[in-house]
T-cell receptor
């Protein structure tokens, strides 16, 4: 595809359930990022993957959050035992070189925890 | 801690006027800056970027100005159009890491 693809676009879940959010980056982009955007707020960094290097997990808010990137392409962000404060838009971005420059964002997954 | 922030939460301009969106940053080590536009229901879209070795960069109808002395970044939009209505974010990178730090965003509203 031409851009970063995220699925689902919307996810409603009950408190305590686990959710998985998927990201397909732009083909050939070595770097992949996850950000979280709460209502009316800026983007909060969660995790960063670059090639085969160990991911930068410094932004994950708790051990309920994890992410993996398989084969250097598709990534899955998993939130276990969801809480209401996890409700937000989860944005994925990729970039060709991973220097934290000119990230290309997907449209995000709107997560609502009831 | 280090932060990137925006002076005003909202900006309302008349269609056809020029818009200026301001951003302050606090990390003097930042050497790369970027502006994004986010329309409702969409992800942020790249507008323009600038490195710290420059103080001005122009694109199509947009100009980014960087004042390192006062750690200030601005985005100028010429002849603002209704399609420019969106939330605008500035972001920075120190170069020592590989992630962008974003400000909270400012809403630009264009009056017809």
């Amino acid at each position: 595809g031409a851009g970063v693809s995220q699925s689902p676009s919307n996810k409603v879940t009950e408190k305590g359930k686990d959710v998985e959010l998927r990201c397909d980056p732009i083909s050939g982009h070595t770097a992949l990022y996850w950000y979280r955007q709460s209502l009316g707020q800026g983007l909060e960094f969660l995790i960063y993957f670059q090639g085969n290097s160990a991911p930068d997990k410094s932004g994950l808010p708790s051990d309920r959050f994890s992410a993996e990137r398989t084969g250097g392409s598709v990534s899955t962000l998993t939130i276990q035992r969801t809480q209401q404060e996890d409700s937000a838009v989860y944005l994925c971005a990729s970039s060709p070189q991973g220097r934290g420059e000119k990230l290309f964002f997907g449209s995000g997954t709107q997560l609502s925890v009831l | 801690g280090e932060s990137v922030g925006l002076h005003l939460p909202t900006l309302s301009v008349q269609e056809g006027d020029n818009s200026i969106i301001n951003c302050a940053y606090s990390n003097s080590a930042s050497d790369y800056f970027i502006w994004y536009k986010q329309e409702s229901g969409k992800g942020p879209q790249f507008i323009i970027d600038i490195r710290s070795n420059m103080d001005k960069r122009q694109g199509q109808r947009v100009t980014v100005l960087l004042n390192k002395t006062v750690k200030h970044l601005s985005l100028q939009i010429a002849a603002t159009q209704p399609g420019d209505s969106a939330v605008y974010f500035c972001a920075e990178n120190t170069g020592a890491n590989s992630k962008l730090t974003f400000g909270k965003g400012i809403t630009l509203s264009v009056r017809p």
